[in-house]
C-alpha cells in the first residue's frame, strides 16, 4: 500500500526544468504534484472542476503572466492558496502578490525545506479555519453586527444586504475583528490567522506588518465599493486593528501602507 497524500499542488510555471525538478522533489514529499506550464492550462484544469490544495504560481510566464492568472482565479471564484514562486525579489512585487490575493512570495532561491515548511503552515492554518467554521455553523450559522452579516455556513459577507466578494482569507480576517467588536487585535494575531502561529515574511522582524496592511487595505476597498463611507475597520497604530463603530467615517480609517514611526519604536513589544 502506498502513503496517503499530504496535499494536491497545482505547480505553474513555464521553466521546463524548474518545473520537472520541484514536482519530483514535491512528489518525494508526500504531495500530488499536478503540472502547468502556462496560466491557460491551469484556468482550464479549474474550470473544469479541478481543484488542489495549494497552487505554485511562477510570476513570469508568456500571454499571461502569474497575477493575471490569479486576478483570473479569483474572479471565477477559485480561492485555492496560492504561493508566487518567482526570481523576482522587488518588494513591489511581494506587495502586489499580496494585494491580489495569494497568501505568500517565495523567492526561487530559497530552499526547498522554507518552502516545504511555508505551505505546511498554509495546510494548517486552512484546517484550522475549515474546523472553527464547521464547529460554529450548526448552532450559529449567521453572525450579525450592525450593518454587517457575515454567513458561517458558506463564508459569505453582506454589508447593508449587499454582497462583499471576499477571498476566504479576507472573510477569516472580517470574521476575526467583527466578532471582537472594539476591541484591539494586533498585526500578529491577524497575520497568524493567515499563515498560522510562528509563520516569518517580509523585509525585518517586523515585515509580516506589511502582509497584514495589504489585506486589510483590499478588505476596506471592496466595503466602501459598496458604501462610501464605511469606517468600521479602525487603526491601532503600531499595535493593530479594531472593529468599530464607524461614526468617523472613512476619513478617519486611513490604510496605513508604510510603517509609522510608532511600529519602529514599538517593535518586539506590545506588537508581537
Known sequence: ????????????????????????????????????????PALDFFAAGGSVDIVLLDWRMPKMDGIDVLRQMRARGIDAPVIFLTVLSDQIYEEAALAGGAL??????????????????????????????????????????????????????????????????????????????????????????VHGK????????????????????????????VDAGFGCIENYPGFGYRWGKGEGGAAQTRDDDSATAEDVLIDGAAAD
Open 104 to 193: 505568500d512570495f517565495v523567492e526561487k532561491s530559497r530552499s526547498l525545506s522554507i518552502l516545504l515548511k511555508r505551505m505546511r503552515l498554509i495546510l494548517d492554518a486552512r484546517k484550522g479555519a475549515n474546523d472553527d467554521v464547521a464547529e460554529t455553523a450548526a448552532p450559529q450559522p449567521v453572525h450579525a453586527l450592525g450593518e454587517l452579516e457575515l454567513r458561517l455556513d458558506n463564508s459569505r459577507a453582506f454589508w447593508m444586504g449587499k454582497r462583499i466578494d471576499l477571498t476566504l482569507t479576507e472573510f477569516n480576517i472580517v470574521k476575526l475583528m467583527s466578532t471582537r467588536p472594539e476591541e484591539d487585535v494586533s498585526y500578529r494575531e491577524i497575520y497568524d490567522l
Open 1 to 40: 500500500m502506498t502513503d496517503p497524500t499530504i496535499a494536491r499542488i497545482a505547480l505553474v510555471d513555464d521553466d521546463d526544468l524548474f518545473r520537472e525538478s520541484l514536482s519530483l522533489n514535491l512528489g518525494d514529499e508526500g504531495y500530488e504534484v499536478l503540472t502547468f506550464d502556462r496560466g491557460e
Open 198 to 225: 510562528g509563520f516569518m515574511a517580509g523585509y525585518g522582524p517586523s515585515g509580516y506588518r506589511a502582509n497584514v496592511r495589504a489585506f486589510i487595505k483590499r478588505i476596506r476597498q471592496k466595503f466602501r465599493a
